[in-house]
């Protein structure tokens, strides 16, 4: 059957990327040092914190003492992320004054029907502990960390003591 | 890789990945998001590569699995109208779009092996093994994606 060759060629050579995304994606590698900077500290940020706010969800409290009240957003990975100890899972949740605090996961297990993320994580003694968070409504989720903050932007949150951070992407 | 040859790189087949990406998944947001992946996955790559045609074969290979990983995603973007995303691109006769906007019409599985052997020019044999598929399920939607397309062509022809 004959097709349409020359035409579908024409048509399609009008497909470009943006030039201004390839300059991106150039200029990324030419700063590629500056993420994992950023990364590593917001990953250790994170894991002092992951603790403290599943034993905060447990209780009702995060550090603070405000309620913690969904995860806004999540990151699961297949990979593990080179900066931590084998966790795969970075996770954000909000609380009722609008604050967010991001904490890392073994893995998480997503559940559409009930609207909720499953948690495991590792307590001080090595066991393993899981639990269940609600999500937000409009909750994001990413494959891999370098998604999750080029799409949240600046990801801002606080840290087990209270103080506020902002991580920015580039 | 040096910085030189990955510039090379992302002029020489920046284009390819991005209509690959589109194809797959039919989103201009979601195709450049896979082509930054895919770009990026290209400069942290350590294994060499034997010429430019296997850095090209390896990007395509690359663009469809991150599309068909954004399918199976639970992360769904609000996608705008494709007419409004064809009415930016410069095409010169309005057949182009009728045909740009009736290829992307059909079903996703069609596009991609359609792409790859009408536009790379890769055989049908080359095709599969890009898209993971076998040389007898490539024949067979090449042919339906044809079929279809010259169903929906030749009607609008017949209205107009």
Sequence with gaps: MEFYTDLYKRAFSKVKASPEKMQEVIAMTENKRKPRRTARRMLAVAAIAALAVLTAVGASAAPGGNIFTHVTAFMGSPQQMPETQGAKCLIRMENGLGEEVEFLA??????????????????????????TLPLDESFRQYDSFEEMLRREGAVTGSDPDGSRYEITPE | MTAEEFSGYVREYGDMVYRVALNACKNPA????????????????????????????????????????????????????????????????????????QVMALPAKYRTPLYLYYYEGYPVREVAALCGLKESTVQTRLQRARQALKQALTQMEEES
């Excluded at chain 2, 895919?38 to 010429?51: H, T």
């Excluded at chain 2, 973007?77 to 182009?96: G, I, S």
């Design chain 1, 106 to 131: 073994n893995r998480v297990e997503y559940n559409p029907e009930a609207n909720t993320l499953k948690v495991w994580e590792n307590t001080v003694d090595g066991d393993e502990i899981w639990v």
């Design chain 2, 30 to 101: 979601d195709a450049e998001d896979i082509l930054q992946t895919a770009l990026l996955k290209l400069y942290r790559e350590k294994s060499p590569f034997e010429s430019p045609e296997h850095v090209r074969r390896w990007l395509i290979r690359v663009a469809v699995n991150e599309a068909k990983k954004l399918a199976r995603s639970a992360w769904l973007r609000k996608t705008l109208p494709l007419e409004d995303y064809a009415a930016t691109l410069e095409f010169q006769a309005p057949e182009e779009s009728e045909l740009f906007l």
